[in-house]
């Protein structure tokens, strides 16, 4: 099983700011099958970027993914107040996906 | 418009078994997996498995492999997740979702809450 490590777990920002979120896999995985989630509570989970770098329909082009081999991040470039939640990575290189633990984004 | 719609709330004692469902619309049902996902509370997203619509190919993580089951009806374009065995640690919201053609999950149910308790 692919281990997705994130990091840090919460990350303290103000409206405006840029937030940088990291996901560490524990084995080399293609970008291709690299995806980035956003979480609000009482909603069901977006996706904001599929294949590592491609942001998925109708999402805002402040979340910007980029990475290879091992590490990858999620760019929010200009926090704005909806973007406060939680962040997921997830690979799906092999037929067991699997989730990162989780990057809190919290004013 | 695709969307994914799934049963109401459950209550169940330790030991039973639930089967929450996720209608689908707005899509060619056989074309896509669905996935389901859970979320207990205060944790992250699980992975429960995910099932391909076409020939009805199952993958499950070990954690659960031996207690859940995923299924489909295609003359109503509905999937089901069955989990058998309950225990507290069950309790959680569990989302079903669609995978895309580039694989990640860009269509999600509004999740189903599953409580566990005695």
């Known amino acids: 099983e692919i281990v997705l490590t994130q990091s840090p777990g919460t990350l303290s920002v103000s409206p405006g700011e840029r937030a940088t979120l990291s996901c560490r896999a524990s084995?080399?995985?293609?970008?291709?099958?690299l995806a980035w989630y956003q979480h609000r509570p009482g909603q069901p989970p977006r996706l904001l970027v599929y294949?590592?770098?491609i942001r998925a329909t109708g999402i805002p082009d402040r979340f910007s993914g980029r990475g290879s081999g091992t590490d990858f991040t999620l760019t929010i470039s200009r926090l704005e107040p909806e973007d406060f939640a939680v962040y997921y990575c997830q690979q799906y290189s092999t037929s067991l996906w699997t989730f990162g633990q989780g990057t809190k984004v919290e004013i | 418009q695709v969307e994914l719609v799934q049963s109401g709330p459950e209550v169940k004692r330790p030991g039973a078994s639930v089967k929450v469902s996720c209608k689908t619309s707005g899509y060619t049902f056989t074309d896509y997996a669905v996935t389901w996902v859970r979320q207990a509370p205060g944790q992250g997203l699980e992975l429960m498995g995910w099932?391909?619509?076409?020939?009805?190919?199952?993958n499950y993580p070990q954690k659960v492999q031996d207690r859940v089951t995923l299924t489909r009806e295609i003359s109503t374009g509905t999937v089901y997740m069955e989990l058998t065995s309950l225990k507290s640690d069950d309790t959680a919201v569990y989302y079903c979702?669609?995978?895309?053609?580039?694989?990640?999950?860009?269509?999600w149910g509004q999740g189903t809450l599953v409580t566990v308790s005695s």
């Open positions: 294949g590592g770098s």
């Open positions: 099932i391909s619509v076409y020939n009805e190919d199952t």
């Open positions: 979702g669609r995978r895309g053609a580039h694989g990640a999950i860009n269509y």
């Open positions: 084995q080399r995985i293609s970008a291709t099958f």
